[in-house]
């Protein structure tokens, strides 16, 4: 599975950007896709997950009611509209695939596969 992840940018605190992330090769409905992000001098942190399969979502506290996760199974892309943007929310956006379902859905060690990340700087 390739993942293409686009859409970053900057952005004045409380805009808004919508990331895509593009899936292509085996894709199957057991996978679930995710977005996690790295800030500076960070560890890398979960911020949101859907299921392929049944389009359940999950997102961190610091996120909810902010993000929004959606599917588009027709052209195999994962959305993440972030609305009311912070300047903590400025980090690199990693889009994430995977089925290994003994794992939860913020834990990485779910996903097999990685996109390359999109930089998103919030400005206050």
């Known amino acids: 599975v390739q993942l293409q992840a686009s859409g970053g940018g900057l952005v004045q605190a409380g805009g808004s950007l919508r990331l895509a992330c593009a899936a292509s090769?085996?894709?199957?409905?057991?996978?679930?896709m995710a977005w996690f992000r790295q800030a500076p001098g960070k560890e890398r942190e979960f911020v949101s997950a859907?299921?392929?399969?049944?389009?359940?979502?999950y997102y961190a506290d610091s996120v909810k009611g902010r993000f929004t996760i959606s599917r588009d199974s027709a052209k195999n892309t994962v959305h993440l509209q972030m609305n009311s943007l912070k300047p903590e929310d400025t980090a690199v956006y990693y889009c994430?695939?995977?089925?290994?379902?003994?794992?939860?859905?913020?834990?990485?060690?779910?996903?097999?596969?990685r996109g390359q990340g999109t930089q998103v700087t919030v400005s206050s």
């Open positions: 090769g085996r894709t199957g409905s057991s996978y679930r």
């Open positions: 859907i299921s392929w399969s049944d389009g359940s979502t």
């Open positions: 994430a695939a995977g089925g290994r379902t003994a794992f939860y859905y913020s834990d990485s060690r779910g996903y097999d596969y």
